[in-house]
């Protein structure tokens, strides 16, 4: 499949205007580049393979579920206003129904999180509930984000074997410094993609490009751990796999060092591949490995060219 953008890797991204700015020179790479760039896959075509198996709770756990349903009036009782800052970037005339977004589906992501543990899962509900009331992320604004995707550093574009939404990341496209609106814009992918999940698809994959990777386009520290926070607490049981195509020798040396410290559950969805080795050339003999054929989690002919 072609880029979205059609891009060419080796190009600079531009500098990142003010989200306010609008000059006669702004036509934006997206806009000069998109003559021969195709639409992007935003609607499932139907369930065409197996969905991912959603473990299903167990008899404490489906405890633990009913009894929060019927707290549900206090979980959304006492909601703070929407702050002051977010009221620049959203809708507000998009309605919050916390109540629509607590559906059983939801609750049992928090449940599974959590491990079971009740007074664990009612807090980071509530903890969440609070964040949606305050900062309305399903209610963001394509303009205040459109500076973050000129570039085509990161979007949703088509689905993977199991259906669920693909997000491209090419880390050598960042074009912005605005840490906030990053942040922003990986929300607003992230509820782009849960509207667009076919029934019985929950999560998301990564198909990151690190072709080019590089320090110096990466985006800082304290960002990188803004958005795992807000992952963890806000998007549970949403990663289904982050696969990293072409990682560099150092990259894949640097995950060795720290992998024994990353959490098993979520070390288990980290992938590395090589489209261009067979795929009894990827496999590692270690169990651990994190080396997979590529065609263990994609249609080849539903990949980007510019993943590899």
């Known amino acids: 499949?072609?880029?979205?953008?059609?891009?060419?890797?080796?190009?600079?991204?531009?500098a990142s205007p003010n989200?306010?700015?609008?000059?006669?020179?702004?036509?934006?790479?997206?806009?000069?580049?998109?003559?021969?760039?195709?639409?992007?896959?935003?609607?499932?075509?139907?369930?065409?393979?197996?969905?991912?198996?959603i473990k299903a709770l167990n008899e404490d756990e489906q405890k633990v579920l009913e009894r929060?349903?019927?707290?549900?009036?206090?979980?959304?009782k006492d909601l703070p206003p929407i702050d002051e800052n977010a009221k620049a970037f959203v809708d507000?005339?998009?309605?919050?129904?916390?109540?629509?977004?607590?559906?059983?589906?939801?609750?049992?992501?928090?449940?599974?999180?959590?491990?079971?543990?009740?007074?664990?899962?009612?807090?980071?509900?509530?903890?969440?509930?609070?964040?949606?009331?305050?900062?309305?992320?399903?209610?963001?604004?394509p303009d205040v984000v459109?500076?973050?995707?000129?570039?085509?550093?990161?979007?949703?574009?088509?689905?993977?074997?199991?259906?669920?939404?693909?997000?491209?990341?090419?880390?050598?496209?960042?074009?912005?410094?605005?840490?906030?609106?990053?942040?922003?814009?990986?929300?607003y992918t992230l509820e782009l993609c849960i509207r667009h999940m076919c029934p019985g698809v929950e999560k998301v994959t990564l198909a990151i490009d690190a072709t080019n990777w590089g320090f110096s386009s990466s985006v800082s520290v304290g960002t990188a751990k803004k958005f795992l926070d807000i992952l963890s607490n806000h998007y549970p049981e949403r990663l289904g796999r982050a696969v990293v195509f072409m990682p560099p020798k150092f990259f894949v040396a640097f995950y060795s060092l720290v992998s024994p410290f990353i959490d098993p559950v979520t070390k288990a969805k980290v992938a590395f591949v090589n489209p261009k080795e067979p795929p009894t050339e990827q496999t590692d003999s270690s169990s651990n490995s994190p080396w997979i054929a590529v065609e263990e989690c994609f249609d080849r002919n539903c990949l980007e060219k510019d993943c590899y």
Not at 3 to 14: T, V, Y
Not at 101 to 111: G, K, V
């Open 68 to 76: 929060i349903k019927s707290e549900i009036p206090e979980l959304i």
């Open 92 to 141: 507000e005339s998009v309605p919050l129904d916390i109540e629509g977004w607590l559906t059983d589906e939801c609750i049992a992501r928090y449940i599974r999180a959590r491990k079971g543990v009740y007074e664990d899962t009612k807090k980071a509900l509530r903890k969440t509930i609070e964040w949606r009331a305050a900062t309305r992320p399903h209610a963001l604004r």
């Open 1 to 14: 499949m072609r880029s979205l953008f059609g891009f060419n890797k080796a190009e600079q991204a531009p």
């Open 19 to 53: 989200i306010s700015e609008k000059s006669a020179t702004d036509t934006s790479a997206a806009d000069t580049s998109n003559e021969s760039a195709i639409p992007p896959v935003l609607e499932c075509p139907g369930i065409s393979g197996p969905l991912q198996e």
């Open 146 to 187: 459109e500076v973050e995707n000129r570039t085509g550093k990161m979007y949703m574009n088509g689905f993977d074997k199991f259906s669920r939404p693909i997000i491209y990341m090419y880390n050598h496209r960042q074009n912005t410094k605005d840490a906030d609106n990053q942040i922003r814009w990986v929300v």
